[in-house]
């Protein structure tokens, strides 16, 4: 299973609009990749996370990765 | 089909000929460049038909994406004819037409290499720029200067040894057909290639961006073929490959895992770089991270292995 990823360092007050979400699904689509994870150091607009939805991205917030760096770092804890 | 992205807002129209594969350019209101001879069909339907020049085309798909408030994208898709979008202004969008291989070989046109930097204003990095404009090399050069016409249409880099840098280089598509057949031929074809200021992996290798697969590795192709015998060496795909070596150590990895403000002190570069190296941690396999200048791609690319 192939996976595309964009990563969006944004700040915290600027989160990942739809734009984006429709950029990255074009480029996957280019790309031919049917799997793609939008991460960003911010969050994502409404319309963001439907947009993501409508093109099977998975958006993975600043909590989601906070998350995931915890499990990687932090196994025991 | 993506109809639920057109915008209604804005409206656009296509300069030049289709039929002679010209240029287009789509301008967007409310600030449509007032000079020049552009001619305006309205609003273009997210499907159906338009005419232009007498000749009906069909829509197959019309995309349309905003990169900001003022950056508006469109990617159009005709029958028989790609048109998508190159270069984003406020108020302008510069489109170019992609044929398909065979086409551009039987055309007659020119391969402009250049790595003046004015001669490719506002291109930043090393771009392969492929238009299908019928057109003399130093009309093309011309065009190159000119900010209101733009003839790129691809990104890729291409290394040429030896060739001036302050003179675009002009190297004949088709040499067999003379002028007078290429002002009948439908298929005018200029490849435009800018050499130089490659952007650069961490190992120094040359690293591209490769954001239309199919059409560049076509271009690839053709200028292999034809300029193969001229010193034109084409960069390996561009790949930066993570393999299972560590960008970050723990230290800073546990340190966010504790306070994940201190995310923000990365660029956007080591965060793409953390995100490959957390996957690599997750037991993806074959990371590759694309390198790019301008968004528009797939930063990294990564595949799990069936367990």
Redesign the interface.
């Known amino acids: 299973m192939v996976y595309g990823y964009e990563c969006k360092k944004h700040g915290p007050g600027s989160p990942v609009r739809v734009g984006i979400v429709r950029e990255f699904a074009a480029a996957l689509r280019n790309k031919k990749i049917a799997n793609g994870v939008l991460c960003t150091t911010a969050t994502f607009t409404a319309d963001a996370l439907a947009e993501s939805q409508v093109n099977m991205i998975y958006p993975q917030d600043v909590v989601a990765i906070h998350k995931w760096i915890q499990d990687l770092a932090l196994p025991e804890s | 089909m993506r109809a639920?992205?057109v915008d209604p807002d804005h409206q656009v129209a296509l300069v030049g000929e289709v039929a002679s594969g010209t240029l287009y350019q789509l301008f967007v209101e409310p600030e449509p460049d007032p000079v020049g001879t552009y001619e305006w069909i309205g609003e273009i339907p997210d499907s159906g038909t338009f005419q232009l020049h007498g000749q009906t085309y069909e829509i197959v798909r019309l995309?349309?994406?905003?990169?900001?408030p003022n950056l508006p994208?469109v990617?159009l898709y005709v029958r028989d004819v790609e048109l998508f979008d190159v270069y984003i202004d406020e108020s302008m969008w510069r489109l170019a037409i992609s044929r398909p291989l065979e086409q551009l070989l039987s055309a007659n046109g020119y391969v402009v290499l250049s790595s003046k930097s004015n001669a490719f204003e506002r291109l930043e990095r090393a771009t392969l720029l492929v238009t299908t404009e019928a057109s003399q090399p130093g009309r093309a050069a011309r065009l190159m200067s000119r900010d209101t016409i733009i003839l790129d249409l691809v990104e890729g880099v291409a290394k040429v040894d030896g060739f001036n840098r302050n003179a675009p280089l002009s190297i004949p598509l088709s040499p067999a057909i003379d002028d007078a057949r290429s002002q009948q031929s439908p298929f005018g074809g200029v490849l435009v290639v800018q050499s130089g200021g490659f952007p650069r992996d961490l190992s120094g290798k040359p690293v591209q961006m490769?954001?239309?697969?199919p059409y560049l590795d076509s271009v690839y192709e053709l200028i292999t073929l034809l300029l193969g015998s001229t010193k034109v060496v084409l960069p390996e795909p561009p790949k930066l490959i993570l393999s299972g070596s560590a960008f970050y150590h723990?230290d800073l990895?546990?340190r966010?895992?504790?306070d994940?403000r201190d995310?923000?002190g990365?660029?956007?570069r080591?965060?793409?770089e953390l995100?490959?190296e957390?996957?690599d941690?997750?037991g993806?396999v074959d990371i590759v991270v694309t390198k790019q200048t301008r968004?528009?791609?797939?930063?990294?690319?990564?595949?799990?292995q069936?367990r």
């Open positions: 639920d992205v995309e349309w994406e905003h990169r900001g994208s990617d490769r954001r239309r697969v723990d990895l546990k966010i895992a504790k994940i995310i923000h990365l660029t956007p080591q965060f793409e995100v490959a957390m996957l941690r997750d993806f968004d528009g791609g797939v930063d990294t690319i990564a595949a799990r069936e």
